[in-house]
């Protein structure tokens, strides 16, 4: 299954009969949810990009690659019915924002710059108009929170404008004593949602993009 790409994976979410397959076969190769799972402590981390997943990891004791996947790829259904679900959220067009300054850094040299050689050099507009068709890349948030084979929510939602008063609360109610986030993959550039162009259709685009996220997550939606 390592060398099926993107958007193979996304055909297979779609579907219960080849997700359920897929997932048989996680199990009989061991690869069940590496790297988002703590068996021992039965934690299921979702890793949303660009909401400080990488400290999230770190804090929960998250070991092997990181993963992007979306729940229904990255768990079974057994293990998401039964294990504490975590999952981190951030206002959506800064969640965008914050993606474009990290994907177009020079320290940035992943996945995405493979497959887009000259991707440092795009406008946001652009950074938009291709990403949007990415099934992972800056999807909106909502996916994050389903898994297509059951109806159970995730257990605790952690939101990025109050992160150490939710941080503090998950490690209470996790008995993770004494510790704190740490402050890992920080984006050296502030994020600002002034970066967006004044464009009133393109920010009409984004916000429908991300629409579904202002309603089920609670954010106040921008003016255009």
Known sequence: MGIL??????????S????SAYHLYQD??????TGSVNHERKLVFVHNPKVA???FRDLLGLKGN???LTPGLLVNKKIWKKYF???AVREPLERFVSSYNYHTADRYDGFYLKKYP???L??????????????????????YLRHPLSPKKPNFIVRYESLDRDVNRLAALLKLDGQVLPRLNDSKKKTDRNQLPADRKFRSKLIEFYREDYVELGYPLPNV
Do not use: C
Request: net charge positive.
């Open 28 to 33: 009989l190769t061991g690869n069940a949810g």
């Open 118 to 120: 000259d991707m440092k």
């Open 53 to 55: 997943g990488t400290s």
């Open 16 to 19: 219960k009969t080849l997700l």
């Open 122 to 143: 795009w406008s946001i507009e652009k950074y938009f108009e291709i990403f949007s068709r990415e099934p992972f890349g800056i999807i909106p948030q909502v996916n």
């Open 66 to 68: 990181v993963s992007h």
């Open 5 to 14: 790409n993107n958007s193979a994976l996304k055909k297979i979410e779609s």
């Open 85 to 87: 679900v975590i999952v």
